[in-house]
């Protein structure tokens, strides 16, 4: 069982920053991909940005390329997300998700249905 951890939400102003983490415990997520989503009230869960399992490979959704950046620590079994310039639309709870499905297979997906492990999501919202 995977356990997944999200913290550093909070509330911040526009154009303002913000750094998320998830940490993994229970069993590593070393070799699989990682995935950010985000749900704001009244909307669907939308995908933020993915990440291989090497790193090697990233995906961003086009709202929030050029200010967010996804990365990983395998060794500290933690991903992060850099968000800078941020705007009111921003505003969301968000997620870690991560698979066990195959791993070393480096690609970074953006459907949320490749994903099965989620972690209970940390708030993030941004004042205009």
């Known amino acids: 069982q995977v356990r997944l951890v999200e913290s550093g939400g909070g509330l911040v102003q526009a154009g303002g920053s913000l750094r998320l983490s998830c940490t993994a415990s229970?069993?590593?997520?070393?070799?699989?991909?990682l995935g950010w989503f985000r749900q704001a009230p009244g909307k669907e869960r939308e995908s933020v940005a993915a990440?291989?399992?090497?790193?090697?490979?990233?995906y961003y959704a086009d709202s929030v390329k050029g200010r967010f950046t996804i990365s990983r620590d395998n060794a500290k079994n933690t991903m992060y997300l850099q968000m800078n310039s941020l705007k009111p639309e921003d505003t969301a709870v968000y997620f870690c998700?991560?698979?066990?499905?195959?791993?070393?297979?480096?690609?970074?997906?953006?459907?949320?249905?490749?994903?099965?492990?989620w972690g209970q999501g940390t708030q993030v919202t941004v004042s205009s």
């Open positions: 998700a991560t698979n066990r499905n195959q791993p070393y297979r480096d690609y970074a997906p953006s459907d949320s249905g490749e994903y099965r492990y």
């Open positions: 229970g069993r590593t997520f070393s070799s699989y991909p």
């Open positions: 990440i291989s399992w090497s790193g090697s490979r990233t």
